[in-house]
T-cell receptor, first 110, second 111 residues
Framework: SQQGEEDPQALSIQEGENATMNCSYK?????LQWYRQNSGRGLVHLIL?????REKHSGRLRVTLDTSKKSSSLLITASRAADTASYFC??????????FGQGTRLTINP | DTAVSQTPKYLVTQMGNDKSIKCEQN?????MYWYKQDSKKFLKIMFS???????INETVPNRFSPKSPDKAHLNLHINSLELGDSAVYFC??????????FGPGTRLTVL
């Protein structure tokens, strides 16, 4: 069954603004990962946060994880036009099964 | 060099035909996967192989048969194609429990 619910489904902001996307899940996880998919392309891994971590940074990305609420957020600061893409959260169940959310379609307007 | 490659990139075929999609990874990973992404962009795992052994088989019709000749290759054969099989199929690879690296996808259109 589908695991992740992402919110919002679509987000449109001005270049330079921050973008926040949320993800909720239902079962216990080993880690949670965020991926980006540009139109017509494969998914690209952005960041992985383990179940015992609460926050992680990578460049302009900041990810939080709240296992008590079974939720995560992805913050992209100082957005750029090149950040326009779909963003997916995915939870690792067991050693190999990655279950994806529905995705957030992010549009950065110049 | 491309890390995870798939062929073909596009596949247009008639209902009832049999087709194969090939995947190769040069990352030295021990696990490979097939995913299906539907028209609403929902991505769902189909199969996972670890060291050539089938680990995950997610309620996929038995018309779909993965084959892993070695750790670097995972092919997907589909028999008796149906309209509902139209989708983008992604191959991926990883080390166990780590991030996955995706191929560029194969867009399958069944007419």
């Amino acid at each position: 069954s589908q695991q992740g619910e992402e919110d919002p489904q679509a987000l449109s902001i001005q270049e330079g603004e921050n973008a926040t996307m949320n993800c909720s899940y239902k079962t216990s996880i080993n880690n949670l990962q965020w991926y980006r998919q540009n139109s017509g392309r494969g998914l690209v891994h952005l960041i992985l946060i383990r179940s015992n971590e609460r926050e992680k940074h990578s460049g302009r990305l900041r990810v939080t994880l709240d296992t008590s609420k079974k939720s995560s957020s992805l913050l992209i600061t100082a957005s750029r036009a090149a950040d326009t893409a779909s963003y997916f959260c995915a939870t690792l169940q067991g050693a190999q099964k990655l279950v994806f959310g529905q995705g957030t379609r992010l549009t950065i307007n110049p | 060099d491309t890390a995870v490659s798939q062929t073909p990139k596009y596949l247009v075929t008639q209902m009832g035909n049999d087709k194969s999609i090939k995947c190769e990874q040069n990352l030295g990973h021990d696990t490979m996967y097939w995913y299906k992404q539907d028209s609403k962009k929902f991505l769902k795992i189909m199969f996972s192989y670890n060291n050539k052994e089938l680990i995950i088989n997610e309620t996929v019709p038995n018309r779909f048969s993965p084959k892993s000749p070695d750790k670097a290759h995972l092919n997907l054969h589909i028999n008796s194609l149906e309209l509902g099989d139209s989708a983008v199929y992604f191959c991926a690879s990883s080390r166990t429990s780590h991030e996955q690296f995706f191929g560029p996808g194969t867009r399958l259109t069944v007419l």
